[in-house]
């Protein structure tokens, strides 16, 4: 079955205590991406990737780190975790073509950080 | 800055009735617009992807239309079922194009019985 998978789907964590969600796609996607969804600011882009080795902030970076260097593997880095890093986050993948093909999201991480 | 607003952002409607969901975007430079449905506790699902050069877009009891230049998309679902109770999100390319997306914070859609 074609899937974007997150691990885990939930944490709880405390201030300054780094943490990785990792995320995989088996459709062998180029573009993969990292969103965050806060009650009353939507979904925000966090950081993409269009290609192994190649990485881009997206709108709200700040925080975090990425890494792929696998085509299926993207995983999010919180190397300092804060409280205003609490939210629910999504990993979503698309193919080559980006511009002409759907975002293939994953069940999302909700994390905690107290 | 591209900025998305989808009005209303929460509705509710009896089982049968056809209803209509908007999306507006401020730069009208993009390349397509996809139309997301989000169950709680669930990622996205896409629904629908139009090209810029597409007017509209249907898929089922769906259909999605794109103005470009007015810079509108709607969702029109035909003959509503309490199944399609979710949150409808639209997602257009951030300001200048290039690989960001821009989510607009949804309309959360109940069907009733």
């Known amino acids: 079955e074609a899937q974007v998978t997150q691990n885990p789907r939930y944490l709880i964590t405390v201030t300054g205590k780094k943490l990785t969600v990792t995320c995989s796609q088996n459709m062998n996607h180029e573009y993969m991406s990292w969103y965050r969804q806060d009650p009353g600011l939507g979904l925000r882009q966090i950081y993409y990737s269009m290609n192994v080795e190649v990485t881009d902030k997206g709108d709200v970076p700040e925080g975090y780190k990425v890494s792929r260097k696998e085509k299926r593997n993207f995983p999010l880095i919180l190397e300092s975790p804060s409280p205003n890093q609490t939210s629910l986050y999504f990993c979503?993948?698309?193919?080559?073509?980006?511009?002409?093909?759907?975002?293939?999201f994953g069940n999302g991480t909700r994390l905690t950080v107290t | 800055k591209q900025e998305v607003t989808q009005i209303p952002a929460a509705l509710s409607v009896p089982e049968g009735e056809n209803l209509v969901l908007n999306c507006s975007f401020t730069d009208s430079a993009i390349y397509n617009l996809q139309w997301f449905r989000q169950d709680p506790g669930k990622g996205l699902t896409s629904l629908l992807l139009?090209?810029?050069?597409?007017r509209e877009q249907t898929s089922g009891r769906l259909n999605a239309s794109l103005d470009k230049s007015s810079g509108r998309s709607t969702l029109y679902i035909a003959a509503s079922q309490p199944g399609d109770s979710a949150t409808y999100l639209c997602a257009v390319p951030g300001t200048g194009g290039g690989n960001k997306l821009t989510f607009g914070t949804g309309t959360q859609l109940k069907v009733e019985l």
């Open positions: 139009i090209q810029s050069s597409q």
């Open positions: 979503a993948s698309s193919s080559n073509n980006y511009r002409n093909s759907p975002l293939h």
